[in-house]
């Protein structure tokens, strides 16, 4: 059975940092890229992050040079270095994986964490 699970939200005020984790299982992990995405009441879900396969990242402009993602493959896990926090980062988390190489639409989905930034 196919499984994310994330952790490491929290409460926290603007300027502090958070590092969000996302465990794999049930699928090859390593021939996944993954990603994070986020969704604010009353938003769409929008893309935050993405990590390869080869290690290649990309940000949305909103989180560059404050959020750092990576992957430990060994764990079957990625993080979310989220530093510099901001009210407008307030928002739940969600880990996903393995793009449709035909969609770019990924495939497994987590439940999401909670991420809270109070000014």
């Known amino acids: 059975q196919v499984q994310l699970a994330e952790s490491g939200g929290g409460s926290v005020q603007a300027g502090d940092s958070l590092r969000l984790s996302c465990v794999g299982s049930?699928?090859?992990?390593?021939?996944?890229?993954t990603a994070w995405y986020r969704q604010a009441p009353g938003k769409k879900r929008e893309l935050v992050s993405l990590?390869?396969?080869?290690?290649?990242?990309d940000y949305a402009d909103s989180v560059k040079g404050r959020f750092t993602i990576s992957r430990d493959n060994v764990k079957n896990t990625q993080y979310l270095q989220m530093n510099n926090l901001k009210t407008d980062d307030t928002a739940v988390y969600l880990c996903?994986?393995?793009?449709?190489?035909?969609?770019?639409?990924?495939?497994?989905w987590g439940q999401g964490t909670q991420v809270t930034v109070s000014s």
């Open positions: 049930g699928f090859s992990f390593t021939s996944c890229g």
């Open positions: 996903a994986a393995c793009p449709n190489p035909h969609t770019l639409e990924y495939e497994y």
């Open positions: 990590i390869g396969t080869s290690g290649l990242t």
